[in-house]
């Protein structure tokens, strides 16, 4: 074999971990001394030592001076995960979190994490993406914020996968947007509020339940008080910002006694544009105006003004995918996972 000698050792060991994985090699079966696998691959018994010192290390293998070595019963168990980042113009705070939370809590559970970041603007990284996760042996990955096409490659290699997608049919584990609504509404009526109004990027299905959930309140919530940000794009912050703007001056601008009390905005990345806006009306906050917000990707350092905030439980999303991953990782059937939110204290 003609490889270099900073790579064979990796041949070897997976020359020899596919025939214990196939059964080709049995527990109790031994293994050629160091000096014959040198001569076979030809190489230095240096880099067979490396190669069956990883094998140890996976639990493949053991070695003893007089026993020499043998394969050993296997115990399948998740050691090695790849947590890959997707990010955009900006990076979502919220996912760099969530990988610091998953890499604590996998280490906590006797495995060893690697940190991946990709560009989603990027799609020729995925290749690259592929070989990191070949090079370094993962066994399975959580992927956040993962676009579409890089699930759809990660998918096809049969790694077990988990991600924070709804493009992944079941192995998924999402951050809840569905009960923003039910707290927002609470919120505002905690507050003595009459007319909350509602922006947001999902009006399809926050709209609808922003209504039922203020007509269990008490509350009445015109189609005037729901505004839509359209045309909501994931990596401009700066336009969804102006998009949000126009939105809430057109809500603030209406008569007193029409006017919003209560204010929720969902999510976080249009928070600039909202803090203008109401900047720009010349209302008090919260005595005029009670802002009930969404807290993810991290914008609220862009807001100066008093609010309510409902935020993203990433710690429990963290421990639900790493849950996840290992059930898949055994063969398990799984059923996607929604966060719900939490109303900050």
């Known amino acids: ?18 025939r214990i ?115 370094l042996d993962i066994q399975g990955v959580v992927a956040l914020d993962a676009p579409d096409d890089a699930l759809d490659a990660l998918s096809r290699t049969r790694i077990p996968l988990v991600a924070s997608s709804p493009a992944l049919k079941n192995r998924r584990v999402e951050l809840g947007s ?25 009006p399809e299905a926050h709209f609808r339940e922003f209504r039922a959930c203020a007509a269990k ?23 969804n910002a102006r998009r949000a703007f126009d939105a809430v001056r057109r809500l603030l601008a209406r008569p007193a006694g029409k006017r919003p009390d209560a204010l929720a905005v969902f999510p976080d990345d249009v928070l600039p544009g909202v803090v203008q806006a109401v900047y720009a009306s010349g209302l008090r906050v919260p005595e005029d105006l009670l802002l009930v917000l969404y807290r993810n990707r991290g914008v609220e350092k862009f807001v100066s ?20 991953l290992g059930r898949v990782f055994l063969g398990e059937t799984v059923r996607p996972v929604k966060i719900p939110c939490t109303l900050a204290p």
């Open 1 to 18: 074999m003609n490889k270099r000698p900073t790579t064979i050792w990796r041949t070897i060991a997976e020359h020899y971990r596919t």
């Open 178 to 202: 569905s009960d923003f609504c039910e707290l927002a509404v609470r919120a505002a009526r905690d507050a003595g509020r009459r007319r909350p109004a509602l922006v947001t990027n999902f």
């Open 21 to 135: 994985l196939s059964g080709e090699l049995k527990p109790g079966d031994k293994l050629p001394t160091a000096r014959a696998m040198a001569k076979t691959f030809r190489t230095s018994v240096f880099s067979v030592q490396n190669a069956m010192a990883f094998l140890v290390r996976e639990g493949f293998i053991s070695r003893g001076h007089a026993s020499g070595t043998t394969v050993l019963e296997r115990v399948e168990r998740l050691t090695r995960v790849g947590v890959v980042v997707w990010t955009g113009a900006w990076i979502p705070e919220t996912y760099w979190k969530a990988a610091t939370l998953l890499a604590e809590k996998l280490e906590a559970a006797g495995c060893r994490p690697v940190t991946l970041q990709e560009r989603r603007d990027e799609t020729a990284g995925i290749g690259h993406l592929l070989e990191s996760i070949r090079a």
């Open 217 to 239: 309140a008490g509350l009445r919530v015109p189609a005037a008080n729901l505004a839509a940000i359209r045309g909501f794009n994931e990596n401009g912050l700066a336009e």
């Open 305 to 324: 003004l008093p609010a309510v905030w409902i935020d993203a439980d990433v710690d429990a999303m963290a421990s639900a995918m790493v849950d996840m």
